[in-house]
């Protein structure tokens, strides 16, 4: 097999529209784990939501690993603890909230369990009808997050309105230059995270974890967060539903969607399944 490890996104990517996989692609992954090949679930989403989509679905490899918060913490699912970890100082926390705050815009945060928010806005209840997590409202994030000892992974901004999020996005670049990068995960999401978080550093680092020739790992995405993923791999892939952004940095490109099973183009492709 020359092709060791996939790197999937999830929502848009591995996962319909549903949220479901089909039989063919489950199928497809049971071929290629028992055959010693490694799928690496690489998502934006926070790690208890990723688990908990892993196992409702029945993906259960050895060895298996989670990107989650997009690259700022690896897992090992198998030993049940991260190997690799990138965090928001809370000074940064603060300042972003300030600025989210400025504009109007919803941002939040996470716990281990929680999603934490200063408001309970639409944009939060639209959130977490796609990702189940349950919610706790504080007064201020950046103190309730000192008043837990807790630093977060990641932020998330949701916006309506592309102009004002993009507003948002150039201010935190202008502000904490170098600090944080800030990034589209689809048309309404800003994801915030430290500056050496990335799916493309997860991916160099997992592989050379592993000791696994970076040239003989496929990532797959659809998402402008999934791009540095995408360049790192040997080969990176874009879903049909791609951005074009993320269609323009992949070696290939699907010629179905992900409601459509076009992941197993993948598998047919570079995994002999």
Not at 104 to 128: F, N
Request: charged share 25%.
């Amino acid at each position: 097999m020359e092709y060791k490890i996939l790197f999937t996104d999830m929502d848009g990517t591995l996962l319909n529209d549903e949220k479901e996989i089909s039989p063919k692609v489950y199928d497809a992954i049971e071929q290629f784990t028992r055959a010693g090949g490694n799928v690496v679930l690489s998502s934006g989403r926070p790690l208890k939501s990723i688990l908990e989509t892993k196992n409702r679905l029945g993906l259960q490899y050895p060895g298996m690993y989670v990107i989650a918060y997009n690259g700022a913490l690896i897992y090992d699912c198998q030993a049940d603890s991260p190997v690799f970890e990138k965090k928001l100082l809370i000074d940064y926390v603060n300042q972003t909230m300030d600025i989210a705050r400025e504009l109007g815009i919803h941002c939040q945060t996470y716990s281990d369990t929680h999603i934490i928010a200063e408001r309970d806005r639409e944009e939060l209840q639209v959130y977490r009808q796609h990702i189940h997590l349950p919610c706790q409202v504080v007064g201020n994030i950046a103190e309730y997050l000192k008043s837990i000892d807790i630093e977060p992974y990641k932020m998330i901004a949701i916006g309506f309105d592309p102009e004002r999020l993009e507003k948002l996005r150039q201010e935190l670049l202008y502000r904490l230059q170098g600090k944080l990068h800030a990034f589209y995960s689809s048309k309404s999401y800003l994801e915030i995270v430290h500056k050496d978080a990335s799916k493309g550093k997860a991916v160099a680092f997992l592989c050379d974890y592993l000791q696994i020739p970076i040239e003989r790992t496929v990532a797959v995405g659809d998402a402008a967060n999934d791009i540095s993923m995408l360049k790192a791999a040997g080969v990176g892939v874009a879903m049909k539903n791609a951005t074009s952004d993320t269609k323009q940095a992949a070696d290939y490109v699907t010629e179905h969607t992900n409601n459509e099973d076009g992941i197993l183009e993948l598998f047919e492709r570079w995994m002999d399944v």
